[in-house]
């Protein structure tokens, strides 16, 4: 199947009967799982050229289409309720949008699929989120692969440290630069640099930020490396694949080269350029061994590159670029800054109404308990950015799910708009009122939803203002 088929296909518009709906999403579960398969054929080679132990196609997926359907491959252990196999598909199966539930512990990875995506870019995508499942599978008591990393540390990240990104641009582009180098020598050289001016930079860090950049490199940027890598294994046998491989590809370059700029995402995001480039750069220098000492010896990537090309002062034409790069460092937070108020601004401006969640009256472990570290962003002023959402827990039980919202860092205190015309209110069991503009009211036993706000808590101060709602959770 061509890439423009497989778009078009998750770009029809579906009929509006139940049949109809039914046979689209069917359809394009069909689809999904040809790709699957095709990519599966190839399992051996990926095992063999991409990651030992790897099986792509005996790793749990489930492949969700937003507004379509669900499809799940290589499931571990019983079939989620509702789902039925797909004919002509060996250990597949497919849902309509219906929600999935499984339990805990299941080594499954899940993949969002946009209808604008190429063939090349599913797949790549695929192989890396099926590497997750592979990790979850090689996991062992006291060690570090499979584990990930404190994805925490993405709200206090020193992304504002002028020093710090400065740094960090270089390092990238000697990395890049180590990887394009005509020679292995070069390559070396560049890759020496690159170390030596890490592990100045790391040595100015505190340890958990340092742990912090080490795991998500193992992670995330294996993860990368192995949708990188594997696309090209693809590629070479199989011609369909190569224009998106090497988009893929020259996108992970770009990123190393613009570290300071674009992205939309939490820092986060540079794990998986940086922790692929190192791999693709450790295939060059040291062959496939490299891969199990990532396993065997729970080595970090950078401590192996670092074993592979040895170690070297920073130079002084090294110096001069890191000096220039503090210029261009600060004009790019600077221009951060200014974006991330924006988009703080667009997640409160959705509707009239601020609804706010005060925990400054709880007494008890407050914390999340669900949140998506690739779109948590700092705005560098004492507040988060969660641009899809957060759950909140106290005593680690959830009461509160929300959608877009931003957290004051200091009170805790988290805000997110709310369309009223969708607010239901009961308290004790009993659909209510929200209380009149200008007054407060304590309630017990309160549940409210709005659209993809859920709030439900003991007991809990409800104040309205003109534009705002407050709720003050209370013991």
């Known amino acids: 199947m061509t890439a423009s088929k497989l778009t078009l296909l998750l770009c029809m518009t579906p009929l509006f009967t139940n049949t109809a709906q039914a046979q689209f999403a069917r359809d394009t579960a069909t689809s999904i799982a040809r790709l699957h398969a095709a990519v599966a054929e190839h399992d051996a080679v990926l095992e063999h050229e991409v990651w030992p132990g790897y099986h792509f196609g005996q790793l749990g997926l489930m492949y969700i289409i937003p507004g379509r359907a669900k499809v799940l491959v290589s499931w571990p252990g019983d079939p989620p309720a509702g789902t039925q196999a797909l004919e002509g598909f060996n250990n597949t199966r497919w ?55 404190n994805a925490l ?29 005509k020679t292995d020598v070069e390559a070396r050289r560049d890759a020496q640099q690159f170390l030596a001016v890490r592990q ?49 590809l020259r996108a992970e370059k770009e990123l190393l080269a613009n570290s300071l700029g674009g992205t ?11 922790g692929s480039h190192i791999g693709l750069l450790l295939d060059r220098l040291a062959g496939a061994s490299w891969k199990q000492r990532v396993m065997r010896d729970d080595a970090w990537l950078q401590d192996i590159l670092a074993s592979v090309v040895g170690s070297a002062a920073v130079s002084s034409a090294t110096e001069a670029r890191i000096r220039s790069a503090n210029t261009d460092a ?14 703080r601004d667009s997640v409160l401006a959705a509707t009239s109404v601020k609804l706010s969640l005060d925990p400054s009256a709880l007494s008890g472990r407050f914390d999340w308990c669900g949140f998506d570290p690739q779109n948590l962003l700092a705005t560098g002023s004492g507040q988060l950015i969660h641009t899809r959402f957060v759950n909140l827990c106290i005593n680690n039980r959830r009461f509160a799910s929300l959608g877009p919202a ?44 709005a659209g993809d706000i859920e709030i439900d808590l003991p007991r809990a101060v409800i104040a309205r203002g003109d534009k705002t709602l407050l709720i003050l959770p209370t013991n």
């Open 406 to 449: 931003v957290e004051d860092q200091f009170s805790g205190r988290v805000t997110t708009a709310v369309d009223l015309a969708l607010v239901k209110l009961t308290v004790a069991g009993s659909a209510v009122s929200l209380p009149p503009i200008g007054t407060s009211v304590t309630v017990d036993r309160i549940s409210l939803q």
């Open 330 to 343: 600060s004009i790019a937070i600077a221009a951060l800054r200014t974006r991330r108020a924006l988009q």
């Open 95 to 149: 849902i309509d949008t219906s929600v999935v539930r499984w339990p805990g512990g299941l080594p499954v990875a899940t993949l969002a699929i946009s209808p604008r995506q190429s063939r090349a870019a599913v797949a790549g995508l695929a192989l890396h989120e099926a590497f997750h499942a592979f990790e979850f599978t090689q996991r062992e008591p006291g060690r570090r692969f499979g584990r990930g990393e």
């Open 153 to 181: 540390v993405t709200s206090r990240y020193p992304i504002f440290d002028v020093e710090n990104e400065a740094a960090i641009l270089v390092e990238n582009q000697l990395l890049r630069s180590a990887l394009a180098a």
């Open 264 to 274: 939309n995402l939490s820092v986060r995001r540079r794990a998986y350029a940086t």
């Open 200 to 248: 100045r930079r790391q040595a100015r860090l505190d340890s958990t930020v340092v742990n912090f950049e080490k795991a998500a490199e193992q992670h995330e940027g294996l993860a990368q490396y192995v949708l990188l890598r594997g696309l090209a294994v693809l590629a070479e046998r199989d011609a369909s694949y190569r224009d998106g491989a090497a988009a893929e």
